[in-house]
């Protein structure tokens, strides 16, 4: 399983160029952009696609000729933008399967004319197991508001697994029910608000970041062979060299929009 990571960022992504916060320079300083977080495997699976996701495939020299299905958390703009429906309908009539809890489908649907029947969507709630391109998907409640319901996603195929958890605060007991006795091999697992526990319970800061990675150690979702990189940054946090060393510390990485982790 090769997973690409077209996106790292929160929805106003770092820099903000509003800002001019500490993070925000740093990154400047550095040449570096993280766009909101999307993820690619394996060529044929796009998650979450955002608005900037497209574009991303594009800079790091990639296409989505062989794209068949989308995935998407929930309809929050910057996880979904199904502008990227239309913009395919013109160049291909190639099957494509679109999946996300009931608000995803509804606003998909919009973009695509009745008769453009290739593309077939797919309303999912937590609990719900599907084959999906190939991989055995499981949907698992989040903990966030989006318009209706919001989804983590569990992602197999059969050498290798991806448990990928934004956006959402302290996972719900009943997802932590269908993990049982599940070990994954990458979590991506968002951290928004980095030091900052002021600003709401559905995203994660560094405690509530470090207790989940604690518990999915506990649980055997995680062990020592487990990747665990941090997502959904958002300019809370601090600049990246303090990030890794706080993230370090519970066995937890930062990586750069376009980095490749193969599975």
Known sequence: MEVLLLGTGAADGIPNPFCRCATCDDARDRGELRTPTSVLVDGRLLIDPGPEAPRQVSRLGRDLVGLEAVLAGHAHDDHLDPAVLLHRSWVTSAPLGVVGPAPVVEWSRRWLAPEQSVVRFSAVTAG?????????????????????????????????????????????ESTWQQLAGRRVDLVLLENTFGPRTDKGEH?????????????????????????????????????????????????????????????
């Open 203 to 263: 995203h994660l800061h560094f405690a509530t970041f470090a207790a989940t990675v604690d518990r999915l150690r506990e649980a055997g979702v995680v062990d020592d062979r487990t990747r665990v990189v941090a997502v959904h940054l958002a300019h809370d946090n601090p600049p990246l060299a303090e990030l890794r060393v706080v993230l370090g510390a519970c066995g937890a990485e930062a990586l750069a929009d376009g980095s490749v982790i193969v599975l």
């Open 128 to 172: 719900d197991e599907f084959e999906l391109a190939g991989y055995r998907v499981t949907a698992l409640a989040a903990n966030h508001e989006a318009f209706g319901e919001a989804l983590c996603y569990l992602v197999e195929d059969a050498d290798a697994s991806l448990l990928y958890a934004t956006d959402t605060g302290l996972l719900p």
